[in-house]
C-alpha cells in the first residue's frame, strides 16, 4: 500500500504540474519581480563565472514575446533570440547587491528560479524568458500536492489522502500563487512543509538521514524567508508531546538517549547546514555576516510588528482578526469545513489516544496564524505571507473527511451519500475556479458574497492581484490597440509589465499621463481596496473616463483600461465653466477660498508674485470642506513633478501653479504652504473652473 501511495502521490504531482504549466502564460508577474529575479541573476552569473558583471554576453537587445504563448514565440527568428535573459540588467548586476541587498528576503529561491531560467530558456529554448523563471514555483508545488496526498494517504487511507491533495490543488490562493510567486511565499510553504515531514520521519522512524534532509529543507526556507524561524513553535511542543508518550511507561534514561542522542546530535548538525546554506547563497553577507543579518531581522520586524493595524479587526485583548477572517472568507466552503471537522477530530484523539502526529498538524495549522493574530503584530495585503497554514488545513480537511466517513462506514447508503456530497463539493469548488481563471487569488467564497461582498464589505486589500490580472491587460492592448498608441499606468512602475510582452510599436511611460488634458494617451491599472483615492489622477479615470476593457470576478472589475480623449469622457464631465463667484483669503500661509455654495471643481490656475519679497516654496497641499468643519487633504504634496499628471509639469512653476480637481464636491477649499510667508500666498489672479450639470 506504501508503495502505492508513492506512485499515486507521483501521478498527483505530475497532473498538477501539467496543468499548472499549460495555464501558465495566463499569470502576470508578481509586483517583487523585479527586486528579485534581477539579484538572482546577478548572484548566479557570480557562482557560475566569478564575474561581477555581465560583461562577458552580448548585449540584450528587446524583442517582442508574444505573451500568450509557453514557448519562445517572438518578432524575430528563434535562433536570434538571445540565451541572456531580460532581467540579466547591466543596471543590477552583482557589484551592486554585494553592497545594499539586506532590505528584504534573502535571495536563494531567486537564484534557483534564475536556474530553471538558463536551463528551460538559455539552454533548452523550451520555454520563454519570463515564464521559465515560474516553472521553479509550479514544479515546488506540484511536489507538495504529491508529498501531502502521500503523508495523508499512509496514514488515514486512500480517501483522505485525495481529499487533502484536493483541498490543496485546489485552494485558489495556493493554485494562483503557484504560477508566479516563485520568489517567496510558494516556495517558502514548499520547504517549510518538506522540512516538518523530513523531521517527523525522522524521530518517529529514528532515521538520522532523514534529520538531515530536514536541515536541507530548512537551509532552503532560511535562504528564501525567514518565516522559517517560526517553525521551532511547531516542532518543539510536538517532539516533546511524542517524546512524553513514547516513554511514559516507565522512562529510562538510558533507554531514552539510546534512542535518541544521535537524532538529538544531527538535528544541531542539521540547523547548522541550514545556516551554512543561507551564508553560502547570499554573498551580501560575506563581508559583515553579524551587521547584516541584523539589519535583514530590522526588515523583518518592521513589516511584523507596525502601529498601522486596522482598527476594524481588533479583537478581545488586542488579538488582530484580519488573518482568521481572510481565512475563512477566501477558503473554499468544502476546504473549510472538513478542516474544522478535522481539527475537532485531532483534538479529541490528542485528548483521548495522545495521538501525536494530529498534534503536529494542529500545531502547523495554528502558528503561522498564530503570529500575526498575537496583540501587537500584524499582516497586509491578504494571507500569502502566512502561506504555511494552507497545507495544514488541506491535510486536516482530509482527516475530517477520514473522521466522517469512518463513522458512517458500516452504513452503505449514508456513506455513499457522504462521499458524494464531499466529490460534488470539491466538483463545485474547481467549476469556481475555472469561472475566475486565473484570477484565483482574488477568490472570495459565499460566506461574505464573493469578491462583490467583499468590496461592499471594505475588506481591505479585496481584489488585489498583486499583478498577476496585467497580462490578460496587456494581450488585450496588442490586440487592439493601434500602431504607435501610448500607455501609461494609472498608478505602479513601468517593470510591472516586462517591455518583452508589448508590442514593438506600443510605447509604454507613465510621462504619458494626461489628465484633463485628454491627450488621448491608454492607461492600464489594478482595480482594488485603497486605490481610488491614491491620486488626482487615480479620481480622474474612475469618475471622467468609460473604460474601454475590463477584468471581471464577481461582476467586479479587478483591472480596467481607459483611453484618456473626449469620446471616453463620460457626458457630465464635458461641461466645464469658468466662474469668478468666489472670495478669498490669505492668514498664515493658509489661502481659502469660500465658493458661497457647493461646487465641482475641474481645476485652479493661478499666477503668483515671485520675487525677492517673499521665500520659496518648500511644501504645500490641498484641504477641501462642504461646511467649514470637516476637511480632507487631498493626495499630493506639493512642489513636486507630478506623477500623477506629469503632462502638467512640476507644480508650482515659474510663478503659476494648476491643481486640477476631479470634480470633488466642495464649497471651501485651502491651499496650506510652507514656509508661511512664502510665494505662493502672494497670489496676483487666478481662473477657477467648474463642472456644470453633475
Keep these: 500500500m506504501r508503495i502505492n501511495n508513492i506512485w499515486i ?23 517583487d519581480t523585479i527586486n528579485h529575479l534581477p539579484r538572482g541573476q546577478a548572484y548566479l552569473h557570480f557562482f557560475l563565472t566569478g564575474k561581477k558583471d555581465y560583461s562577458d554576453l552580448p548585449k540584450f537587445n528587446l524583442y517582442w514575446q508574444k505573451p500568450e504563448s509557453l514557448g519562445i514565440n517572438t518578432n524575430i527568428p528563434k535562433n536570434q533570440v538571445l540565451a541572456r535573459s531580460y532581467y540579466q540588467s547591466d543596471a543590477a ?3 551592486g547587491f554585494i553592497e545594499s541587498d539586506g532590505g528584504g528576503h534573502p535571495p536563494l529561491s531567486d537564484i534557483l528560479s534564475s536556474v530553471f531560467n538558463r536551463v528551460l530558456f538559455g539552454k533548452l529554448r523550451v520555454i520563454n524568458d519570463i515564464d521559465s523563471y515560474r516553472v521553479y514555483s509550479i514544479f515546488l508545488a506540484s511536489s507538495l500536492v504529491g508529498l501531502i496526498f502521500y503523508w495523508v494517504g499512509s496514514n488515514f487511507g486512500l480517501v483522505a489522502g485525495i481529499v487533502s491533495s484536493l483541498s490543496l490543488a485546489l485552494y485558489p490562493l495556493f493554485w494562483s500563487e503557484s504560477h508566479f510567486n516563485n520568489e517567496k511565499d510558494i516556495p517558502e510553504t514548499v520547504f517549510w512543509s518538506f522540512m516538518i515531514f523530513c523531521f517527523w520521519k525522522g524521530f518517529t522512524a529514528k532515521k538520522s538521514w532523514w534529520i538531515l534532509l530536514s536541515g536541507l529543507f530548512f537551509g532552503l526556507a ?25 516513554y511514559s511507561k516507565g522512562f ?4 531514552f538517549l539510546k534512542d535518541n542522542i544521535k537524532l538529538i546530535v544531527t538535528a544541531f548538525i542539521a540547523i547548522l547546514l541550514g545556516i551554512i546554506i543561507l551564508m553560502g547563497s547570499w554573498p551580501y553577507l560575506w563581508p559583515d555576516p553579524i551587521t547584516r543579518l541584523i539589519s535583514v531581522l530590522g526588515f523583518y520586524k518592521g513589516i511584523g510588528f507596525t502601529q498601522n493595524i486596522n482598527q476594524n479587526f481588533l479583537g478581545p485583548l488586542g488579538i488582530n482578526t484580519y488573518a482568521l477572517q481572510w481565512i475563512i472568507f477566501t477558503s473554499p466552503p468544502v476546504t473549510l469545513f472538513l478542516s474544522v471537522a478535522g481539527i475537532i477530530y485531532s483534538v479529541i484523539k490528542i485528548i483521548r489516544k495522545k495521538n501525536n502526529i494530529l498534534l503536529l498538524f494542529l500545531l502547523w495549522l495554528a502558528v503561522p496564524i498564530a503570529r500575526v493574530t498575537w496583540p501587537g503584530t500584524t499582516i497586509y495585503g491578504g494571507i500569502r505571507q502566512i502561506m504555511e497554514y494552507i497545507p495544514a ?5 482530509g482527516i475530517g473527511a477520514f473522521w466522517i466517513l469512518n463513522a458512517v462506514k458500516k452504513k452503505k447508503f449514508i456513506y455513499f451519500f457522504f462521499v458524494s456530497v464531499i466529490a460534488i463539493s470539491y466538483s463545485l469548488s474547481a467549476i469556481r475556479l475555472y469561472k475566475i481563471h486565473p484570477n484565483e487569488n482574488v477568490y472570495f467564497n459565499f460566506l461574505i458574497g464573493g469578491l462583490k461582498g467583499a468590496k461592499e464589505k471594505d475588506i481591505p ?3 488585489n492581484s498583486f499583478g498577476a490580472a496585467y497580462r490578460q491587460g496587456v494581450v488585450w492592448m496588442n490586440k487592439n490597440l493601434p500602431y504607435g498608441a501610448k500607455i501609461s499606468y494609472a498608478r505602479e512602475l513601468l517593470p510591472n509589465i516586462p517591455m518583452l510582452w508589448l508590442r514593438p510599436d506600443l510605447a509604454l511611460h ?3 499621463r494626461s489628465g484633463y488634458l485628454k491627450n488621448g494617451e491608454y492607461v492600464i491599472a489594478l482595480v482594488y481596496q485603497g486605490v481610488e483615492k491614491t491620486s488626482y489622477f487615480d479620481e480622474y479615470l474612475d469618475r471622467f473616463l468609460e473604460p474601454i476593457y475590463e477584468v471581471k470576478v464577481d461582476d467586479v472589475p479587478i483591472l480596467k483600461i481607459w483611453k484618456n480623449d473626449t469620446e471616453h469622457t463620460k457626458k457630465e464631465y464635458l461641461n466645464e465653466k469658468e466662474t469668478d463667484n468666489f472670495t478669498m483669503s490669505t492668514k498664515e500661509g493658509t489661502t481659502t477660498f469660500n465658493f458661497g455654495g457647493i461646487v465641482y471643481l475641474s481645476r485652479l490656475e493661478i499666477s503668483y508674485k515671485e520675487d525677492f519679497s517673499c521665500n520659496k516654496i518648500s511644501s504645500a497641499y490641498v484641504q477641501i470642506s462642504e461646511n467649514g468643519d470637516k476637511w480632507e487633504r487631498l493626495p499630493g504634496t506639493m512642489p513636486n513633478e507630478d ?8 507644480q508650482p512653476q515659474n510663478g503659476k501653479l494648476i491643481i486640477p480637481f476631479a470634480a470633488e464636491r466642495l464649497r471651501y477649499l485651502r491651499i496650506i504652504s510652507f514656509p508661511a510667508d512664502s510665494c505662493l500666498t502672494k497670489v496676483k489672479n487666478m481662473k477657477v473652473y467648474y463642472f456644470d450639470k453633475i
Design 9 to 31: 502521490g507521483l501521478g498527483v504531482s505530475i497532473a498538477f504540474f501539467i496543468v499548472g504549466l499549460i495555464t501558465l502564460p495566463r499569470y502576470g508577474i508578481n509586483w
Design 510 to 512: 507613465n510621462s504619458f
Design 461 to 463: 486589500f479585496w481584489g
Design 93 to 95: 548586476d552583482f557589484k
Design 393 to 397: 488545513m488541506a491535510i486536516l480537511a
Design 643 to 650: 506623477w500623477s499628471t506629469p503632462q502638467i509639469g512640476i
Design 222 to 246: 532560511l535562504g528564501t524567508k525567514f518565516n522559517i524561524l517560526f517553525i521551532p513553535l511547531v516542532l518543539a511542543p510536538w517532539l516533546l508531546f511524542y517524546w512524553w508518550v513514547h
Design 252 to 255: 529510562k534514561l538510558s533507554l
